[in-house]
């Protein structure tokens, strides 16, 4: 504990200048006697920590004494300050943790690779959660990072689309997709995917696993998406929409939608589009289109056609009977 204390206060010290003991008590949560006594180790130690008196005094270091991270170029120093999500980390537990390390970085960049990451820092801001949705916070999401981090099995009474099921898994992975959290587990030689927010109950084991060497985390998501966009959009749909529904189409439609989508160019004598793209089935794919509201019409296939009116006519059934 004292050793990491004291390597918090060198590099706060590098990154700053002169810093107060009370400053650094209160970041160390420690008391500015313990303080006293740390820049007496380091200065025992070697280190040329100078205090300063006076109303305006504190610990400085040397002029010109720091360590120096050799062969870092700004962009990498700049890429490093915009790596990882600071909320996402705080989910996980790993907020201080990040916090320190980007301060030790600091210290330890050359002034001029310094101002180019605090540059980067000041201009770029990562916002995980989709817009109009708050992200998850699931309640067992720091007991599976740290069963993820140390390779410890887990049991876990987890909620699917239809039941409620006991599950026992090696969890090799987390992904924060859209503001929501997932874990990617080993049953079996089976990966699978798993929303954290729908675990019922958890027991972190201490019965460890070997994590597999050959597994990629990001190639598995990947494809893992794409293998699920497809089972989501297995049916083809024409439909004509106005400007307003191609705008409101191009808006709410994924992005595996978005990139299927065959739009004709011709305009009809309302200057309406006929539009060719990718659908769910049954009731999902009804919903789909309803939400353009008067602004689209399904022309194929005719059994989604006849779904959407069926599903329209007892919208309306409802509204002539409360009049």
């Known amino acids: 504990m004292r050793a990491s204390r004291l390597i918090n ?11 107060t003991a009370e400053t650094l008590a209160a970041e160390n949560e420690v008391s ?32 010109g004494y720091r360590v120096r991270l050799n062969g870092m170029s700004p962009a990498e120093a700049e890429a490093m ?5 600071p909320g996402a980390a705080a989910d996980l537990g790993l907020g201080a943790l990040m916090a320190g390390a980007q301060k030790k ?9 310094r101002q180019s990451a605090a540059r980067m820092q000041s201009k770029f801001y990562l916002d995980a959660p989709a817009w109009l949705a708050e992200g998850e916070q699931p309640l067992y999401l720091q007991a599976i990072a740290d069963a993820v981090w140390n390779s410890k099995r887990i049991r876990m009474r ?4 239809e039941a409620e099921k006991d599950r026992e898994l090696e969890p090799l992975g987390i992904v924060l997709k859209g503001g929501a959290w997932y874990m990617a ?11 954290i927010a729908r675990i019922l109950d958890l ?3 201490e019965d460890r696993f070997e994590w597999p060497a050959t597994f990629d985390l990001a190639g598995y998501w990947t494809e893992n998406t794409r293998r699920l966009e497809e089972e989501l959009y297995p049916e083809e749909a024409v439909i004509r929409v106005s400007p307003w529904g191609l705008r409101m189409l191009e808006h709410y439609c ?70």
């Open 203 to 205: 027991v972190v084991t």
């Open 254 to 323: 994924p992005s595996y939608v978005r990139t299927r989508m065959d739009i004709s160019p011709e305009l009809d004598e309302k200057g309406w589009q006929t539009v060719r793209l990718p659908v769910a089935t049954g009731q999902i794919a009804v919903m789909d289109i309803m939400r353009l509201g008067p602004d689209a019409e399904v022309l194929e296939p005719e059994k989604l056609r006849n779904a959407v009116f069926e599903a329209i006519s007892t919208l309306r059934s409802f509204y002539e009977k409360a009049d």
């Open 81 to 85: 300050f915009l790596s990882g999500l």
């Open 9 to 19: 206060i060198l590099t706060t010290l590098q990154a700053r200048g002169l810093v």
């Open 185 to 195: 587990g080993r049953v079996g030689e089976d990966v699978r995917t798993y929303r």
């Open 105 to 113: 970085l600091t210290a330890a960049l050359p002034e001029e690779l």
């Open 32 to 63: 500015v006697r313990t303080i006293y006594r740390d820049i007496d180790a380091l200065s025992m130690a070697g280190i040329p920590v100078f205090a300063e008196r006076g109303s305006d005094g504190g610990y400085r270091l040397l002029d």
């Open 158 to 161: 987890y909620r699917t689309w």
